[in-house]
């Protein structure tokens, strides 16, 4: 079982990798107010919302456990921090890990 955890984590670090490394060396070549730098902008943000929505609505793991009310409470509370914050991810990220707890501990 070791071995295959080892294994899934040298195959997916080095999907991610690679595919940062071809960003990268592709990146000198596309403009920042090109279309398809927005679509695929645009492409990535809905992405990423749709499995922040996903996590939120149909959770998997220990997730599922955790209440609704106390999910939708925890993500408008991180969307505060980072707008109190100035944008800062680490505070939200931090913090909502930590209230998520709390309030599953004790509501």
Do not use: H, Q
Request: a positive charge; one cysteine or more; aromatic letters at 14%.
């Amino acid at each position: 079982m070791a071995n295959n955890i080892i294994v899934v984590i040298i195959v997916t670090s080095l999907a991610t990798y690679l595919s940062r490394f071809l960003g990268v060396v592709s990146a000198e070549k596309i403009k920042e107010t090109s279309k398809m730098f927005r679509w695929f902008n645009c492409l990535a943000y809905s992405t990423l919302a749709a499995l922040i929505a996903r996590m939120i609505i149909f959770p998997s793991g220990s997730l599922n456990e955790v209440d609704y009310l106390i999910r939708f409470i925890v993500v408008f509370l991180a969307i505060v921090i980072f707008y109190l914050t100035k944008k800062n991810l680490v505070y939200p990220t931090l913090l909502s890990g930590i209230i998520l707890s709390l309030f599953n501990i004790y509501l």
